[in-house]
Every structure is written in C-alpha cells, then in structure tokens.
Nanobody, 125 residues
Framework: VQLQASGGGLVQAGDSLRLSCASSGSTSNVYILGWFRQTPGKEREFIATVGRTDHTYYADSVKGRFTISRDKSKNTLDLQMISLKPEDTAVYYC????????????????????WGQGTQVTVSS
C-alpha cells in the first residue's frame, strides 16, 4: 500500500485547512486509516483514526476541531481542520493498518503498517 499526503501549507491562527491522502496498491488490505503529526525533536503524535465502518476516534487535543473521513470508492483519506492554532504546526502523516482493532487502542505509530511521506502544516499567530 502506498500513501501520498497533500494539502499542507501556511495559514493563520483560526483558519481552516484540509489535508488529503491518496492510497494505492493493495488497498483492500487496509482496515484502518489514521493521521499523525510530528514536530522536530518530538515523537509522532496520534491525531485521529477511522475504521472500515467509518467509526472514528480522535485525540483530545483535536476533538471538535478536526474531522477525519475516508472515501472508500476513491481510496482517499481526508482531515478537515478548523480553528487552527500555532501549536498545530507540524508535519502531518497519513497511515494505514492492515489488521482490525478497536480504534481507541491503536494510538501508537508502531501499530500502523504503511505511511505517507508527510505534509507540512504551519500555523502563524
């Protein structure tokens, strides 16, 4: 499975941004998709995940501001972000997992099998 993230950019605090992730290859093996982010010197941070039945799970830090969604017909994953804050600045990664699991238990990057290349989001104050 190959993942390609896009949509990052420079925005101001309070703005919105939509990230997309296109998947290709053996996408029928993908059960769960997720978004993570990382800043220099820090570990990759879980943001949100969505399962095959479109159930979702969010980190508390983004709940109510970010919305994850997937389009199975197009093999795409989106992350709609509103009310962005400077602390949301990071490189954002999409990820895929080829095994089913309860969404709230897969917050560790090591639990995902495939990764996109990352897209930079910068929020200025």
């Amino acid at each position: 499975v190959q993942l390609q993230a896009s949509g990052g950019g420079l925005v101001q605090a309070g703005d919105s941004l939509r990230l997309s992730c296109a998947s290709s290859g053996s996408t029928s093996n993908v059960y769960i998709l997720g978004w993570f982010r990382q800043t220099p010197g820090k570990e990759r941070e879980f943001i949100a995940t969505v399962g095959r039945t479109d159930h979702t799970y969010y980190a508390d830090s983004v709940k109510g501001r970010f919305t994850i969604s997937r389009d199975k017909s197009k093999n795409t994953l989106d992350l709609q972000m509103i009310s962005l804050k400077p602390e949301d600045t990071a490189v954002y990664y999409c990820a895929a997992r080829s095994r089913s699991k309860i969404l709230s238990t897969i917050r560790d990057p090591n639990q995902y099998d495939f990764w996109g290349q990352g897209t930079q989001v910068t929020v200025s104050s």
